[in-house]
C-alpha cells in the first residue's frame, strides 16, 4: 500500500530532535477506539496554552535557567483558541474524555474562559461532557474561578508545595504567599469546582517536612492532595534521586499521624494511587513515576503551545500538528495522523530510568515541563 507522506516535525529550534510520520494513503474514519504498541488507549489530552509563568519554582522553571532574558514564544507561535478546539475535537473523536489545560500557567493566556467555553461544548464519543479540567498554581484563580465554572470548567488542580509560608515561598521563588494560594481554593470551591485537587511536589530535605501539615490542614474540606515524587521532567531542575521521596514513605508518614487505608482508582490510567482516611475525612493520593511508574496503562498525550505533540512526559521527539492544521489538511487527514503516531507508539521511559545508561543518554535531550504541562 502506498502513503502520502506528510512529514509531522519538531521544527523548533532548540536541542529537541525531530521525528517523521505521514498520512495513510487510505483514510479511515475514527472510530473512538485507539490503541498503541503496547494495547494502551488514548484516554486524556494534556493542552499547554502557554509557555509563561509568573513563578519560578525551582523542580520547574528555576531563575538560573528561566531568567529576564529568556525567550519565551512569540504570540504569532501559539496555537489559537479554535486550532486548539479544532484539534481537540479530532482527539475526542479517537477517544479521549479528559482534557486538561496546562502550562506554564494557564491562567496567563489571555481570554482563556473563552476556550473553555469552546471546548466545553464538545461531547465524547459516547455522547457525554468532556473531564474539562485545568491546573495551575492558583495566583489569578480567585478572581477566575466563577467565570471558569460559567465557562463549563470541570474542577481545577492546584500546585501547592507546602502550608507553611516561609517553605512555600522559597519553594516558588517569586515570593508568593500560601494565603493568596488558599483564597483562590476558596474562590474555586465557592464556585462548585470540584472535587478539588491540590498537587504537592515532594523534594526530600527541601519540603518533606511539610507532608503531614498539609494532609492535616486539608482533611475534611474535600480537597484532595497528591504528592508527586520529584521526577526528572526536562534537563533545568538539577534532578537527582538522593532528593526523591518514595511515595510509600509519604504514605507511612502519613498513616502516622492519620491511618490511611487502600482505595481503588477511578479509571484506567489514573496517576496517582488512592488513599483514604479511615476516620472518614477525604483522601489523598500519591503519583510515582520514579519509584513505582505506571507506564503500563498511560493513557496521556500532550499538546504543545504552538501545537507540537508528545507522546511521554519525558520524550525528546515532538510532532508537528500546527502545521498540518495551517496547511489546509481536512479533519479527516488530520485525525488519521494523530491514529498513525498513536498507534506507533512505545513510550515508557520511568520503566526505563533505573538504567543508567538509558538516563544519562535522554538527560540532556527531555523536553522541559513548562512547555508540555505536568
Request: net charge neutral; glycine share 6%; proline share 4%.
Amino acid at each position: 500500500m502506498t502513503e502520502t507522506v506528510i512529514p509531522i516535525l519538531d521544527l523548533r529550534e532548540h536541542r529537541y530532535r525531530s521525528m517523521a510520520s505521514g498520512i495513510p494513503a487510505e483514510l479511515v474514519p475514527p472510530t473512538g477506539l485507539l490503541s498503541d504498541r503496547r494495547g494502551r488507549p488514548l484516554h486524556d489530552l494534556r493542552i499547554s496554552v502557554t509557555d509563561r509563568c509568573n513563578f519560578r519554582c525551582v523542580y520547574c522553571m528555576p531563575k538560573d535557567v528561566f531568567d529576564k532574558d529568556y525567550t519565551f514564544l512569540p504570540h504569532a507561535e501559539l496555537l489559537s483558541f479554535e486550532e486548539i478546539t479544532r484539534a481537540a475535537r479530532l482527539f475526542v473523536a479517537h477517544g479521549v474524555e479528559k482534557i486538561r489545560l496546562t502550562g506554564g500557567e494557564p491562567l496567563l493566556r489571555k481570554n482563556i474562559e473563552k476556550l473553555v467555553e469552546m471546548l466545553a461544548r464538545l461531547e465524547t464519543v459516547s455522547g457525554k461532557p468532556l473531564d474539562l479540567t485545568l491546573t495551575t498554581n492558583a495566583s489569578l484563580l480567585a478572581r477566575k474561578a466563577r467565570a471558569l465554572r460559567d465557562a463549563g470548567l470541570t474542577r481545577v488542580s492546584v500546585s501547592l508545595d507546602a502550608i507553611d509560608d516561609t517553605t512555600f515561598r522559597r519553594m516558588n521563588d517569586v515570593d508568593f504567599a500560601v494565603r493568596d494560594v488558599l483564597a483562590g481554593i476558596e474562590a474555586a470551591q465557592a464556585a462548585g469546582l470540584a472535587p478539588l485537587k491540590v498537587n504537592m511536589v515532594v523534594k526530600r530535605g527541601v519540603n518533606d517536612s511539610e507532608i503531614v501539615p498539609m494532609a492535616a490542614h486539608f482533611r475534611g474540606s474535600g480537597v484532595i492532595v497528591r504528592f508527586i515524587e520529584f521526577m526528572d521532567v526536562g534537563a533545568s531542575n538539577h534532578w537527582c534521586m538522593d532528593e526523591v521521596l518514595p511515595s510509600a514513605e509519604v504514605v507511612r508518614r502519613i498513616d502516622a499521624a492519620f491511618p490511611l487505608e487502600a482505595i481503588g482508582a477511578n479509571y484506567l490510567g489514573e496517576t496517582a494511587e488512592r488513599w483514604r482516611y479511615r476516620d472518614g475525612a477525604g483522601e489523598i493520593g500519591v503519583i510515582s513515576s520514579v519509584s513505582h511508574a505506571f507506564c503500563g496503562d498511560c493513557s496521556r498525550i500532550r499538546l504543545s503551545t504552538e501545537g507540537r505533540l508528545y507522546l511521554c512526559l519525558f520524550a525528546t521527539e515532538g510532532h508537528d500538528l500546527r502545521e498540518l492544521l495551517r496547511s489546509g489538511r481536512s479533519d479527516l487527514e488530520i485525525a488519521n495522523a494523530i491514529a498513525a503516531l498513536w498507534q506507533q507508539r512505545t513510550d515508557n521511559y520511568s520503566e526505563q530510568r533505573s538504567d543508567p545508561a538509558i538516563r544519562a543518554a535522554r538527560a540532556e535531550r527531555k523536553i522541559e515541563m513548562s512547555y508540555i504541562g505536568g
